[in-house]
């Protein structure tokens, strides 16, 4: 009932800038908390950045300063602005949504998109 679609992923070079985008549909009351984790090969999925409905927004310590997460809640979009890209960066972003999908029902679900792969390499 609720679908994220992620784009923007690629391959860039070291110190290079991407700009993920990730758009939530479908049955959509109200979108809470949003954020992005990111998995490397061998590594367990870790959180990147997360957004709440009232704009506040925390980071994970490797990506403080290079990393900007925002949103659009017009559009139902969550953006990940990544500057000054690492090797260490290369992963499988994933879009993750908290939503309210009924006017009726406080019930809040997480919704997650399919993935999108950056690789930072020279």
């Known amino acids: 009932q609720v679908q994220l679609v992620e784009s923007g992923g690629g391959l860039v070079q070291p110190g290079g800038s991407l700009r993920l985008s990730c758009v939530a549909s479908g049955s959509i009351f109200r979108i809470y908390d949003m954020g992005w984790y990111r998995q490397a090969p061998g590594k367990q999925r870790e959180l990147v950045a997360v957004i709440t409905s009232l704009g506040s927004t925390t980071y994970a310590a490797s990506v403080k300063g290079r990393f900007t997460i925002s949103r659009d809640n017009a559009k139902n979009t969550v953006y990940l602005q990544m500057d000054s890209l690492k090797p260490e960066d290369t992963a499988v972003y994933y879009c993750?949504?908290?939503?309210?999908?009924?006017?009726?029902?406080?019930?809040?679900?997480?919704?997650w998109g399919q993935g999108t792969q950056v690789t930072v390499s020279s």
């Open positions: 993750n949504t908290e939503v309210q999908t009924r006017s009726f029902s406080t019930r809040r679900n997480d919704y």
